[in-house]
């Protein structure tokens, strides 16, 4: 417990002081903080437990990249199961839990499995846990893995999502992309600059250089307000996760510590004529045994956490690098009052070693550390020589509570890679670095491999289009070049490359010996860079060791593929507004008020909300379902049909196009008549069927079904513009802009004497499939004399704002409204089909029975030549029949199948509509049979579940056979 | 993220748009093609990998269908046409 | 070079350690390339990798090679959502998928290599009435083609997931359900890498990086392939490259009703154990299961458009996480952790094709779109089958490229309503 907190040092505002909580007792830090930086500095080291060998984990880094720190936070109610502490904002109230240790983080019950690790290589699960079998096993491992808990009950957040266009999006606002904004703002271009730290600034927030001639904190803070007042969108807190397709980028604001109390994430979709990427460079560790204490950190996170956050996370202080950077880690530490060793595996480490020399850092130069020790935690460092064979070789034990290491910098080229662009390895700086890239992007700083400030700075002015002053900063002297060192070459003791998954430098050697020698077996078998952190620290190390052991070069071994999110996003935002009920808009009848009026059950039938049924006081669905099927017979019905499709169709060829789009013969309609009609699919599978009416020459009226009509619409647009473009014909989907009421029965002509109409309502006016118009209670209408229940029927139809007026006429005089269910039986009783519940999508015309058109019509309409293929002409195919269960009450589920008897069931078809009669007073069904034509009269098997029944196969149409009805 | 170039409307973005599928030439009359030369025309694809040329519509946006000569590796979209005007190639 | 497999245990695990893990010996030969072959399969993911060891297994076949254009398992085979089910609809996909899912319990003993076959059920949620009588249909078909499935009503399913969204206003409400109790999940690496270690075994060459150019043909009949390790003659060819059929076919000189989409998947963070079925959804085209290592793996429909491009788009992968996070709310404050794509064959009827190509010599097995992983075992046997006897199994004689001439398609999205 060293934490301690600098005064005087640091970018936190000490005086706003947060109280949080980590497992459960009460802590303090400042606002600024992290949660990670308020743990060290209250002397936190132990953070968790490792997931494989529960070993004891303490912060390892200060960014995106920190493996260990996982913690299950809680703030204003809300978790995040897995937070990844170094990019948490510090928030007063927070609550912060170890995910992992029990039943305390200091004594973890499964720590023997640590004295187990020679039993348990990488893999070791393929090749065990078979006898008696897997399932034996399984619960007890998937308890063992996972990182936090999830919360069971729904998160009610709400989310968003954003969309914008820029002329430039900067990613990265550290040096390079703070330059790169300013010169592209400069240049009168619209700027997006987006950083995934609160502050922008990025390295200059830890660093002591000077930009024209200002501290570099303050350059960076007053080019933000000079943005800021040119009009450019800044973001911080953001981070750009995804770098899709023709420049388009997924941001991520995290907007959990907003002020404002709206707490969710927030997705961006961003197009950008440019991108600057600006991303930075991750620093690597070096390898060494027994690196993955809690103690052991990177060099720049101890660097960071002293100069953006004032805390000295170690007293005293052992480093180990193999290039320069860690020295400016040490010579900060020093001046901040700490003690200081660098082992350095370059035998010769340079002026900036000497530097660190003589400002009292003890420098061992070709060394490294052998060994680290302590008590859950760091009590000392072995150092010996870098080419060490054996633990055995080190020549000092030094006292110290932190070891920090530096094995060079890792450019972030995540959205580079993602954006399709091509690696290089670049043997000077040990790092894959962008080579060619496929979208208009500029490349900027540490990313690029620039290594000095000057540089960066000047990469970033260039990318930014270089209007302006370019930004002056003073030359650092040259580094002294980083030599390539990935690991300890000691054999017996554990060396770790993965921190969280636990994936060890042995654990490549055994991936190697067996064969998964490609960097994909590599990552898959021994899970190096599958954690959480997305091997931002690890993979390049893991890869060097499989490139080292197979003797292969680094770009023979390769790099992985960078998938999309750099780091983990929240799903929550990704979805965004598509939830409930925006996930898939329902609609709405024009006379909903009347149905709710009504009592209507109202349930969404293909996309639209209609009434079911209208149950009266103390009825059941299924009761009011049955009343209603029978007074519609007896009495009279009124039904809401607005959601039927009204496509018009006009020109001069709409006659002739109509014919080779639909099934039936539609040319020879004539005026005011109506035909009920087919649309197949090329395939000549039936796709929707509907009422086809014909207003004038050159004008139809088609209704397809509720769920079909944007189909429809769709594929009459496709056929027209694709094969017969020359037709003089258009479209126009009128759906919404009528209210359609149907009403039905016995009194239908009694209540049709009520309206007030201009329209001859005669028989001899208006027969049977007819249609005319004209105007009703003083409103534009139309009436259609066709029927969906077998009975006299009227469909009329109105402007979509009169549709309740017209509900209620109707209603008061007295008929009996019906919903879907009960039309159901309506329809059902005549053996109307229902698309979509009565046919599916191997249903062709003659399987229905309506086989006419094929033979009669001569046009080449659409899915003819499919009907004539083999298949369809094959006598087998199932047919529409009826079907009465034996047992009159009994009625079977929708669903049942038909099957053959005998020992060898085999399926003959299904039933596709059952239900009780209240006319017929008992059960019917429809289905789909075998050559079911060919069998009217035969009883046929039911199965249900393992249950059996038997019906009689029948015409099916059960109700008024004559069709009598229709006209009476 | 694809931004389409309708030929009707300009670039916009790829929600507003349906992918119609790689143009097939109907054969005619059908009456008088064989099974076979039905089904290639209904079903075989020559779904090429890299330079495709598509059929697209605008589904919300004007509703028009267009030719669309797009790379299925890269998504690069090098050029769209509307119906007829023939220069991408049949 | 047959037989001497190292067997794995827990016995040998112990025996290894102590040894200090060194004497562990490779998975799979990494043979020199012959030139000539009495068999070459093309396509190392699962079922290229299942065929080679069939036909060394099965069917006595000595000179075996498999070759693949990256690394064995790399492309659907790792990128899928490791369901396995065969609760198909049409008896000749019952039959088909069954026999691969009996194949997989077996797996693990069979291979010596624990594949994780996970049999934790597989439930599909239906929404609405309608949704529940196509299940039920779709039930009683499996029963009849003796596939174990149970139809549940909302109690049923809400007490096996209790997480789904049971709200009143859920846009999509629980009206019920059915499920395959052996259906489930198993670890899809491990079944390349299990097969290509029995293949590897029983002298079969597995030539990674090697990538087909072309056919060699000695007049209409296909004798061998051209590579970019040089040409290889073989007595008999296979090809088994999902999203790429379309252009080894090209390269023979036919077409296929076959279109290459991007079908994209993705995992949370790991959680500790929260979801113990595979929970499928009817409306939104959902599909979730937690792995063992506890990551939610999920998915749902195919990007819009052809693509051969691994990767995918910001829209689809919205639509899929909302599809997800309707059915099952809590999952919203979590996080994705990774996203992938796997190019996958869809095949117009959404069945596989398995037999004869019209290039004599050339047997395909290509066409499982989305679901070929729970198929891997029975893709590999089949075409094994047809490569080593010149005929069909009578399991795959239904999926015969012919069926679309004839019109006999084996439509399944069409017969049950159910996403792949």
Redesign the interface.
């Known amino acids: 417990m060293t934490g301690t907190r600098i005064p005087a040092i640091g970018l936190i505002d000490r005086g706003q002081k947060l109280s949080f909580r980590w497992q459960g007792e009460t802590l303090t830090g400042f606002a600024g903080d992290t949660l990670a930086s308020a743990l060290l500095a209250n002397g936190v080291r132990v953070v968790g437990r490792s997931f494989k060998y529960h070993r004891p984990r303490g912060i390892f880094a200060a960014g995106a990249e920190e493996p260990n720190a996982i913690l299950d936070v809680w703030h204003n109610s809300q978790n995040d199961p897995n937070a990844r502490a170094t990019l948490v904002p510090l928030q007063d109230g927070m609550s912060a839990r170890a995910i992992s240790g029990w039943p305390s983080l200091n004594f973890d019950a499964f720590q023997g499995l640590d004295l187990l690790h020679r039993f348990l290589p990488a893999g070791f699960y393929y090749k065990t846990f078979m006898a008696p079998d897997w399932h034996r096993y399984e619960p007890n491992i998937r308890r063992m893995a996972g990182l936090g808990t999830a919360q069971k009950t729904p998160d009610t957040r709400h989310y968003e999502t954003r969309?914008a266009q820029v002329d430039v999006l900067v990613i990265g606002a550290g040096p390079a992309g703070l330059a790169a904004a300013r010169a592209a703002a400069a240049g009168g271009r619209s700027v997006m600059l987006v950083d995934e730290n609160p502050q922008f600034g990025g390295s200059l927030l830890w660093g002591d250089a000077t930009i024209n001639g200002q501290i570099g904190t303050a350059w960076a803070r007053d080019t933000t307000a000079s943005l800021a007042a040119s009009g450019a969108q800044l973001l911080p807190n953001t981070t750009a996760f995804a770098y899709?397709?023709?420049n388009?980028i997924g941001l991520m604001e995290h907007r959990s510590h907003a002020a404002s109390g709206w707490a969710e994430d927030r997705l961006w979709?961003v197009?950008a004529a440019e991108v600057v990427l600006a991303t930075g460079a991750i620093e690597r560790p070096l390898v060494f045994p027994n690196n993955d204490r809690p103690g052991v950190m990177l060099a720049s996170a101890v660097l960071r956490y002293l100069r953006q956050y004032g805390v000295l996370v170690g007293k005293s202080v052992v480093l180990t690098t193999n290039n320069d950077s860690a020295y400016e880690t040490a010579t900060a530490l020093l001046a901040a009052g700490g003690q200081v060793a660098v082992a350095d595996v370059r035998a010769e480490p340079g002026p900036v070693a000497n530097a660190a020399q003589a400002a009292g850092a003890r420098v061992y130069a070709g060394s490294v550390v052998l060994n680290t020790g302590g008590l859950g935690g760091i009590a000392w460092a072995d150092i010996g020589p870098a080419d060490a064979t054996s633990q055995r070789n080190a020549t000092s034990r030094i006292g110290c509570d932190i070891v920090a290491s530096s094995g060079g910098w890792t450019p972030v080229v995540h959205l580079f890679s993602q954006s399709?662009g091509k690696l290089r390895w670049d043997e000077t700086l040990s790092a894959f670095l962008p080579n060619t890239g496929?979208q208009a992007h500029q490349l900027a700083g540490s990313m690029a491999g620039w290594q000095s400030l000057a540089e960066c700075l000047a990469s970033g002015h260039k990318a930014g289009g270089s209007h302006g002053e370019a930004p002056v900063t003073a030359i650092a002297r040259l580094p002294t070049p980083l030599q390539p060192y990935w690991h300890v070459p000691i054999t017996g003791a554990r060396q770790w490359l993965d921190l969280q998954n636990d994936v060890t430098v042995k654990d490549v050697g055994l991936a190697a010996r067996e064969n998964f020698q490609s960097v994909e077996h590599l990552k898959r078998y021994t899970t190096l860079g599958m954690a959480t952190d997305q091997g931002k620290t690890s993979n390049v190390n893991g890869l060097a060791v499989m490139a080292e052991l197979t003797g292969r070069t680094i770009p023979e071994t390769g790099t992985t593929t960078f998938r999309m999110p750099y780091t983990p996003v929240s799903l929550g935002a990704m979805a965004g507004m598509r939830h409930g009920d925006l996930y898939a808009p329902k609609r709405q009848l024009p006379a909903q008020s009347e149905h709710d009026a009504a009592g209507a059950l109202m349930r969404e039938y293909g996309g639209w909300m209609r009434p079911a049924c209208y149950p009266l006081p103390g009825e059941t669905e299924a009761q009011a379902v049955q009343r209603e099927a029978r007074l519609v017979r007896t009495n009279g019905g009124l039904f809401d049909g607005s959601s039927l499709g009204k496509i018009e169709v006009f020109g001069a060829d709409a006659a002739k196009f109509l014919n080779l789009i639909y099934y039936n013969e539609v040319a020879n309609l004539k005026p005011g008549r109506l035909r009920y009609v087919l649309l197949l699919r090329?395939?000549g599978i039936i796709y929707d069927d509907g009422v086809i009416a014909r207003v004038a020459e050159d004008r139809y009226l088609l209704s397809p079904s509720s769920s079909h009509t944007a189909g429809v619409l769709?594929m009459l647009?496709?056929w027209h513009?694709?094969?017969y473009?020359s037709m003089d014909v258009a479209f126009h989907d009128v759906t919404a802009a009528w209210a359609t009421i149907a009403i039905c029965g016995p009194r239908v002509r009694d209540i049709l004497a009520t309206l007030a109409t201009d329209i001859d309502l005669s028989d001899a006016a208006l027969p049977h499939m007819a249609m005319a118009h004209g105007r009703i209670m003083g409103i534009q209408a139309r009436v259609a004399r066709v029927s969906f229940t077998g009975e006299r029927s009227y469909e009329i139809s109105v402007t979509a704002g009169h549709g309740a007026a017209l509900w209620r006429h109707l209603l008061a005089q007295g008929p009996t409204p019906y919903g879907i269910e009960s039309l159901s039986i309506l329809r059902g009783e005549k053996g109307y089909i229902l698309i979509g519940t009565d046919t599916d999508g191997l249903t062709m015309p003659d399987d229905l029975g309506m086989s006419g058109p094929l033979r009669a019509k001569k046009v080449?309409f659409v899915g003819?030549?499919?009907l004539?293929?083999?298949d369809g002409a094959r006598p087998d195919r199932r047919q529409f029949v009826g079907l009465l269960p034996e047992q009159p009450g009994f009625v079977p589920m929708v669903g049942t199948h038909a099957i053959t008897d005998g020992p060898t069931r085999r399926s003959l078809g299904w039933i596709t509509t059952a239900a009780h009669s209240p006319t017929l007073g008992r059960s019917f069904a429809l289905g789909m049979i075998e050559g079911g034509r060919a069998h009217m009269g035969e009883t046929v098997t039911l199965f249900d579940r393992g249950k059996t029944s038997r019906a009689t196969i029948c015409s099916p149409v059960f109700h008024d056979v004559e069709g009598a009805k229709l006209h009476g | 993220?694809?931004?389409i170039p309708c030929p009707h409307c300009g670039p916009r973005?790829?929600?507003e748009?349906?992918?119609?599928?790689?143009?097939a030439t109907?054969p005619?009359?059908?009456?008088e093609?064989s099974?076979?030369q039905?089904?290639?025309y209904?079903?075989?694809?020559?779904?090429?990998?890299g330079r495709?040329r598509?059929?697209w519509?605008h589904?919300g946006g004007c509703?028009?269908?267009f030719l669309m000569e797009?790379d299925?590796?890269?998504?690069e979209?090098f050029r769209t046409e509307t119906?007829?005007s023939g220069t991408i190639g049949a | 070079m047959t037989g001497s497999m190292m067997h794995y245990s827990g016995w040998q695990l112990v025996k290894q350690g102590l040894a200090g893990n060194n004497g562990w010996k490779p998975a799979w030969r990494t043979p020199d390339l012959q030139r000539s072959y009495d068999a070459v399969v093309v396509g190392g993911g699962g079922h290229g990798l299942a065929a080679g060891y069939y036909l060394a297994k099965v069917h006595g076949l000595k000179r075996v090679a498999v070759i693949e254009r990256g690394w064995i398992g790399g492309g659907n085979t790792g990128r899928n959502t490791t369901i396995v089910r065969s609760n198909y609809f049409f008896p000749e996909s019952a039959a088909m998928y069954d026999f691969a899912l009996r194949l997989y319990e077996g797996l693990s003993r069979e291979l010596n290599y624990n594949i994780m076959l996970s049999q934790r059920g597989v439930l599909n949620i239906a929404h609405t009435e309608h949704d529940m009588e196509l299940m039920c249909r779709s039930v009683n078909a499996m029963l009849l083609n003796g596939i174990d499935v149970e139809l549940l009503d909302a109690k049923q399913v809400i007490g096996e997931v209790p997480l789904l969204n049971t709200s009143p206003d859920a846009r999509y409400p629980i009206h019920g359900g059915f499920v395959q109790r052996r259906g489930g999940v198993a670890r899809h690496d491990a079944v390349a890498w299990a097969y290509a270690r029995g293949a590897s075994d029983l002298g079969v060459d597995i030539i990674q990086n090697c990538e087909v150019k072309g056919w060699i043909k000695d007049g209409e009949h296909v004798v061998g392939v051209e590579t970019t390790l040089g040409p290889i003659s073989a007595g008999v060819c296979g090809m088994s490259v999902a999203g790429?059929s379309?252009?080894l076919a090209?390269m023979a000189g036919f077409?296929?009703?076959?279109?290459?989409y991007a079908l994209q998947a993705m995992v949370s963070e790991p959680l500790k154990p929260i979801l113990d079925t595979v929970v499928m959804s009817t409306a939104t085209g959902a599909y979730v299961s937690q792995s063992d290592k506890g990551e939610l793996v999920f998915g749902a429909g195919l990007d819009?458009?052809?693509?051969?491009?691994q990767r995918g788009?910001?829209?689809v992968q919205q639509n899929i996480i909302a599809a997800m996070l309707e059915i099952l709310p809590a999952f919203r404050r979590l996080k994705m952790l990774r996203q992938w794509a796997g190019v996958v064959d869809v095949c117009?009827d959404y069945s596989p094709i398995i037999g004869p190509s019209p290039a004599a010599n050339l047997y395909m097995n290509c066409g499982w779109g989305t679901g070929g992983f729970k198929a891997t075992p029975v893709g590999g046997w089949l075409l094994a089958h047809n490569m080593a006897t010149g005929k069909h199994h009578e399991l795959s004689e239904p999926f015969d490229l012919a069926r679309?001439?004839?019109?006999r398609l084996v439509d399944e999205a069409a017969g049950a309503g159910i996403a792949h």
């Open positions: 969309h899709y397709d023709q388009t979709s197009l399709g496929r090329e395939t769709a647009e496709l513009q694709t094969e473009p080449d003819k030549r499919s004539t293929t083999p | 993220m694809l931004n973005s790829e929600y748009f349906q992918f119609g599928g790689e143009p109907r005619i009359p059908a009456s093609v099974d076979a039905w089904s290639d209904l079903y075989a694809r020559t779904n090429i990998k495709n598509e059929l519509c589904s509703g028009q269908w797009r299925t590796v890269t998504h979209i119906i007829g | 790429h379309g252009v090209e077409r296929l009703p076959i279109t290459s819009m458009y052809p693509s051969y491009a788009n910001l829209p117009w679309f001439t004839s019109g």
